[in-house]
């Protein structure tokens, strides 16, 4: 029997007491009801009952209750009085309607208030408690054999290589192979060898397409995405470390040469003639940000340009734009967001003349390709600041020039009403062998004015053919047989649109509407088809090239809940989520995480809110408030990765609701028509609470801190000052920053004494989890960084580089400096390392700066770890090592541990449970016996996964009979609805 999944609970809410609102909050609960939810309450009635309430929500509901009964009873009289009338069909409807209305009323009073069943969360599909996924972005998902009759394509969610018969007309499954932990690139290395590139295994799997079985694992560093072979070397994309790794084709043992880049996130790699062309995912528009103490001194030093006020106004002649209301208070002053006019070289500020330079801490190189001799491994040159996040590339192979897809920003642009659907702009850019690149809009049917904008927004003037033209975030491109058109395929419009051989757009074609979330095609010009793998709606569109059209949509496999695939659409899809069609929550948040950029979305016309702070010591017990203004500055682009959906959410916790407090920036910054429904809202809370963040790759693999010294600090000393409570009264980082909690206590808390000359707002204690994924290391070239915005909430502090205290005291601030070098702090390190030398500021600094980079998640280090091996003799002593820890953690349960097997026609699979081994041919073995199984021609992979992942990997189609067996038995393994009888999981 399935497990039933528990409802999550969320905290009981005191709500109004008028019967007004619980008429509203009886029609919002009616609206669902069919849908499964339990006790919605409509989030604009959700409030806190004060002490002056008389009433009680119960003893008002009451009356309520009673009132909505007597309601339904007239209401049933009337209808049988039409009933019997003759022609009177309509009325006896609008009845019936009137009447479910009242049952559902009645059924949501029984339900929440006699049962006291305040939940406010939908009931998640069963799936959902076992369902996890790292949202990793497909790179090159999908590819043909030499001779051009299998079809490989990467299924990155299950981790699997899937094999597809392409010869006739329709392709047809043949069957799974199991790789690594999120796959997201296939490409060939020869006639029978295939490298799958698995992003969070931090591996490639090597799979030899004559056996269709993984027969080596080879080694990454952090975050691989592609690779590309040529001359001697195979050359892999390391996304995290951005850097090449490059593997002798010969020689796969000896270590790969690093090719350091000067880009951020290296994620494609491509051949073009005697050069790897390599990708960044994410690069710079030339923005900085200039902190509010600079502003404020820009007012009175003038080196500075001149400044009357902080905050400076954007418009011409000390004017905002918009128009600041005048009932608001004063705004607290903040930082500004600078561009690099590329005439005079200055940093200005909203256009105008004057050099800021001098007051940014952080400026970036903001490249997005790079270009490495294949047979030297030099590099040979660094192009960029044309799109801010990119999605693609291919190289014209008869000019040489490559162009890559993408998007670049306006976060230039101060304010919300002023950025409202015109944020971002979908486009091209082809980089000539000299000069500039040129760049081109996608969407030329755009023009992204005030009034295209609200034209869309209104019901009775919106064009649904203006919204279909437009393509939003570019995952994929393909040229066709002739390299004089390009396919480029709109993950977030979900279609696939035609451009001309420059990258420009071809306007007399219209776009092909596909399957959610495309990402990745290939071309098979001997048939004149294009395959496309959907990624979001699990299938693969088979276009014919000649008519432009799909000629058929072959389902995949799809274990993913339906819950994840709707919180997917309002994240990703374009359409959906604005009315322009072109962009949505993913164009910043790139695949859930980081634009690398701060926006200023602050509203001279919004209102002021109210949040409830961290209380001082001194102060009264009681709620503690704070008021936050609608004119907030800049603040860097959060990550969505990791479960942040709890409350309050936002830079300053100004979303005390959660998520659902961002409904209303689909219509104020999207430009769609209307807001989500909470039930919209709800999927994409439990969508983003499945996805997990990445191991941290510098811990132990048992999970643990190392003792190894990291660029002169070691973590696990830095771990005992992030703990210590002699750094402050009582008082050490992790009463903020919990490590049970991810980093974060969730707690507001007022920064407005910190500088008793600028007035500040309060902000929410960050999260530190991903702090490790900020070393943006400056000095890559003099003291340039690879990212302009730095860790603070503003982007003007950064976490630095290796042995760079300038850099390092950056993050850790001068406040934080006296605390940890404290007399107390320094006798107890002193104890800890059995030093008789007091240690310097410079090295807590670094022993602290070490623990930030280990800094622990949820997800445990050995997720992802892969070893392939004939026999165990084959392993080095450090791998046998690994594999020994692998078992230990998966006999306490931390970790599924998945081994596969070459047995015949199929890939027997084995899970780990305490310390047997269970198949999905109901074998049980123990570790030494499996092990013994290895052969030359049968090697053992085995992969880590997450404790949650336990049995899906034996009965990927959940109808608790395992797939061998269910073989076996002549039933279908991927099919829920065709099961043996009397089938059980484990005997």
């Given amino acids: 029997m399935k497990a039933k999944f528990t409802f999550f609970i969320l905290s009981i809410v005191l709500i109004s007491s008028s019967v007004s609102f619980h008429a509203a909050l009886a029609d919002e609960f009616s609206t669902v009801s069919e849908q499964g939810y339990q006790c919605r309450l409509g989030d604009d009635e959700l409030t806190s009952m004060g002490k002056s309430r008389k009433r009680s929500f119960k003893e008002v509901s009451k009356k309520t209750f009673r009132n909505w009964k ?15 009338k003759s022609g009177s069909k309509n009325a006896v409807k609008k009845l019936s309607k009137r009447i479910r209305k009242m049952q559902a009323r009645i059924a949501f009073y029984k339900r929440c208030v006699l049962q006291k069943d305040l939940t406010l969360f939908p009931p998640p599909d069963p799936d ?48 799974s192979i199991p790789v690594g932990v999120e796959p997201v690139t296939v490409k060939k290395q020869g006639a029978n ?71 951020t996130r290296p ?71 600078v561009k690099k006019d590329r005439d005079s070289g200055e940093y200005r500020y909203s256009g105008f003349p004057g050099d800021w330079r001098i007051g940014m801490r952080n400026t970036a190189v903001n490249y997005e390709l790079a270009r490495v001799d ?39 642009e101060s304010f919300e009403p002023t950025l409202k659907g015109r944020f971002i702009q979908v486009a091209s850019a082809r980089y000539p062998a000299s000069g500039e690149a040129v760049l081109s809009d996608l969407n030329p049917h755009l023009n992204y004015s005030a009034s295209q904008i609200e034209a869309q927004q209104n019901s009775e003037s919106y064009s649904a053919a203006l919204e279909a033209k437009s393509i939003g975030e570019v995952r994929g491109a393909v040229w066709n047989a002739s390299a004089t058109k390009i396919y480029a395929i709109g993950r977030g419009s979900n279609n696939l649109v035609l451009l001309n051989a420059d990258g420009t757009r071809d306007t007399s074609v219209a776009p092909l509407e596909l399957d959610a979330g495309p990402t990745g095609a290939v071309l098979d010009a001997a048939h004149d088809r294009l395959f496309i793998l959907n990624q979001h709606g699990k299938s693969l569109s088979v276009i014919d090239t000649v008519t432009f059209t799909e000629e058929e949509r072959v389902s995949l496999f799809n274990n993913v809940p339906g819950v994840i695939r709707a919180g997917r659409k309002l994240m990703f ?36 809110v109210t949040v409830q702070r961290q209380c001082a010591p001194a102060e009264e017990p009681g709620p503690c408030l704070l008021e936050l203004h609608p004119m907030k500055g800049p603040m860097t682009t959060q990550t969505l990765i990791g479960r942040r959906t709890d409350k309050p959410m936002h830079w300053r916790g100004d979303k005390e609701e959660g998520l659902v407090g961002f409904k209303d920036a689909f219509v104020g910054l999207l430009g769609r028509q209307d807001a989500p429904s909470i039930a919209e809202m709800d999927d994409l809370a439990i969508y983003l609470n499945t996805v997990s963040e990445d191991p941290n790759p510098h811990r132990n693999l048992d999970n643990t801190e190392t003792s190894v010294p990291r660029d002169g600090g070691r973590a696990d000393l830095g771990k005992k000052l992030f703990m210590n409570d002699a750094m ?92 940890i070098a404290s007399p107390n702090t320094k006798q107890q390190y002193k104890s800890w390392t059995g030093s008789t030398e007091e240690p310097t500021n410079l090295q807590l600094m670094k022993d602290l700066r070490a623990f930030l980079l280990e800094f622990p998640n949820e997800t445990e280090v050995a997720v992802g ?122 005997d």
């Avoid at 993984?214 to 470390?241: H, L, M, R």
């Fill in 374 to 412: 294949v047979n030297s491994l030099a590099v040979l040159e660094h192009r960029g600041s044309e799109l801010t996040a990119t999605g693609a590339m291919l190289i014209n192979e008869s000019s040489g020039e490559p162009i890559l897809f993408g998007q670049f920003a306006h976060n230039d």
């Fill in 728 to 819: 402050s009264p009582g008082q050490g980082c992790n009463h903020c920053h919990t490590l049970v909690e991810g980093g974060t206590n969730n707690l507001i808390q007022d920064l407005s004494g910190l500088n008793a000359i600028t007035p500040r707002e309060g902000i929410r204690v960050a999260p530190l989890t991903r702090a490790y994924l900020n070393d943006t290391n400056p000095g890559i070239e003099g003291s340039l960084s690879r990212v302009a915005f730095g860790v603070a909430h503003d982007g003007d502090r950064r976490l630095g580089g290796p042995a760079d205290d300038q850099y390092i005291g950056s993050f850790i601030e001068d406040g934080l400096l006296g605390l």
């Fill in 193 to 263: 060898r295939l490298w799958v590139v698995n992003h969070i295994g931090d591996s490639i799997s090597i799979v030899d397409t004559n056996s269709r079985t993984t027969i080596k694992t080879v080694q990454t560093g952090d975050g691989p995405t592609d690779v590309a072979f040529a001359g001697n070397y195979a050359c892999v994309t390391i996304s995290n470390e951005h850097k090449l790794e490059c593997f002798l084709q010969s020689d796969l043992d000896s270590a790969a040469t690093e090719v350091p880049l000067k880009l």
């Fill in 267 to 337: 994620v494609e790699i491509q051949v073009n003639n005697s050069q790897f062309e390599i990708r960044g995912a994410t690069s710079g528009n030339d923005t900085g940000v200039v902190g509010f103490d600079v502003v404020n001194a820009a007012i009175f030093i003038a080196a500075f340009p001149y400044a009357t006020e902080n905050p400076i106004p954007n418009g011409e002649n000390g004017t905002w734009n918009p128009a600041m209301d005048s009932s608001l208070p004063t705004p607290p002053q903040t930082g500004i967001i």
């Fill in 865 to 986: 770890k892969q070893l392939t091996f004939a026999s165990l003799g084959e392993l080095s002593q450090s791998e046998s090592g690994e594999l020994a820890t692998l078992l230990a953690l998966a006999a306490e349960g931390r970790i599924s541990l998945i081994i596969s097997v070459r047995s015949g026609a199929e890939h027997k699979k084995f899970v780990a449970l305490g310390g047997v081994f269970y198949s999905d041919a109901k074998e049980t073995l123990t570790a030494a016996e499996l092990m013994a199984l290895a052969t030359l021609e049968t090697p053992i992979t085995v992969v880590a996964r997450e404790a949650k992942n336990l049995y899906s990997i034996i009965d990927r189609d959940d109808d608790n009979c395992p797939d061998e067996t269910e073989r076996q038995e002549g039933t279908d393994p991927l099919n829920a609805n065709d099961v043996p009888e009397g089938c059980t999981l484990v």
């Fill in 70 to 84: 007597t309601k339904r009873k007239h209401l049933k009289q009337q209808r049988r009085s039409e009933s019997r």
């Fill in 128 to 175: 959902i408690a076992k369902f996890s996924s790292f949202e990793s972005a497909q790179i090159a998902p999908i590819t043909l054999s030499a001779d051009g009759s299998t079809l490989f394509l990467v299924n990155t969610e299950e981790g699997y290589l899937e094999v597809y018969d392409v010869q006739g007309d329709s392709p047809q499954y043949v069957e």
């Fill in 573 to 608: 899809d374009t359409k959906h989520s604005s009315e322009l069609g072109h962009v949505a929550c993913g164009s910043c948040h790139l695949d859930l995480s980081l634009d690398r950029l701060a926006w200023n979305l602050g509203n001279p016309q919004g209102e002021m």
